[in-house]
């Protein structure tokens, strides 16, 4: 994985949120406030490991088994994985993982294996729970799924600006291609989908090796991906969406020696908050917990 010579730093972050705050990022205020009160506050976990990607690029299984579980432990507030995941997900529930297969930064399949592992060790049958991606309308456990979980990774995207959790449901629409409107500010109505509404249980935003920067549809670089190494798990889309959105916000500055911003601007997750309610999109709205590796990389 390529990597710049200037690492991403708390500083380069913080400017990162600031642009959002003010419009440049994701046109936040331009879009309305979203709501008040300390009660609405969501928390999400970003948690990294260094470990987590070799130097020949393979995912290591035992290391991301143990970050996911770190992660959802402390998102739940419980004592252990086991609790943890029961608190989300009951035995009799049928489980759709959504996940992501774009062949050139797929979810990773020791990802999806840990969260079937979790699954079953809460009691969920094996035949009731699928990983799925562009065949889910015509899969029949999502077709009777009764909880989601929610996985892609983030990379920069030519028509969202960046693919995110929010956008990974567009395969619930025969036609994806109707939601390209104005950077896909509308992604967040797909959410409201009988399929999907009330149905997520947990949000796993991939960034492993996220990609910071492309040109033209489907465009792909080595230049443009680092290993970072991190999860952003949450029960909120949204903000675990702009978390990963000021990261990639932050390496392209960085990378580039000057703000560059995301382009288009990635307006669907500040609708998702502002229009269709799904979610915190503002840093103030977010409780950010951060666990693991904490180097000058990390924000």
Request: aromatic residues 8%; proline residues 6%; charged residues 25%.
């Amino acid at each position: 994985m390529a990597e710049s010579k200037k690492v991403i730093t708390r500083r380069d972050f913080l400017r990162a949120g600031t642009a959002m705050a003010v419009g440049d990022l994701v046109g936040l205020p331009l879009l309305g406030s979203t709501r008040a009160g300390a009660e609405n506050k969501t928390r999400v976990i970003l948690i990294r490991d260094k470990n987590v990607v070799s130097s020949a690029g393979k995912i290591q299984l035992d290391v991301i088994e143990k970050m996911l579980d770190q992660a959802v432990t402390t998102l739940m507030g419980a004592p252990d994985p086991i609790s943890a995941w029961k608190k989300l997900v009951k035995p009799e529930d049928v489980v759709g993982i959504k996940s992501n297969a774009w062949y050139m930064l797929r979810t990773p399949e020791a990802l999806e294996v840990a969260i079937q592992k979790r699954l079953l060790d809460i009691g969920v049958k094996e035949e009731n729970m699928a990983v799925d991606d562009r065949g889910i309308l015509r899969n029949p456990v999502f077709q009777r799924a009764t909880a989601l979980i929610n996985t892609c990774p983030m990379r920069t995207h030519h028509w969202a600006g960046v693919g995110t959790l929010i956008k990974n449901y567009i395969m619930y629409t025969p036609r994806p291609w109707d939601y390209h409107d104005n950077a896909c500010e509308n992604l967040g109505a797909i959410w409201q989908f009988p399929q999907v509404a009330g149905k997520t249980r947990l949000n796993i935003l991939v960034m492993l090796t996220p990609q910071f920067h492309g040109v033209g549809p489907h465009s792909f670089s080595q230049e443009y991906v680092w290993t970072y190494g991190g999860l952003i798990v949450s029960t909120d889309p949204v903000a675990a969406d702009a978390t990963g959105a000021r990261i990639i916000q932050a390496k392209r500055d960085s990378f580039f020696g000057k703000h560059r911003p995301i382009s288009p601007p990635p307006l669907h997750i500040a609708v998702a908050d502002t229009r269709f309610k799904l979610g915190n999109s503002r840093p103030e709205r977010i409780d950010l917990v951060k666990l693991g590796w904490d180097e000058s990389t990390f924000i």
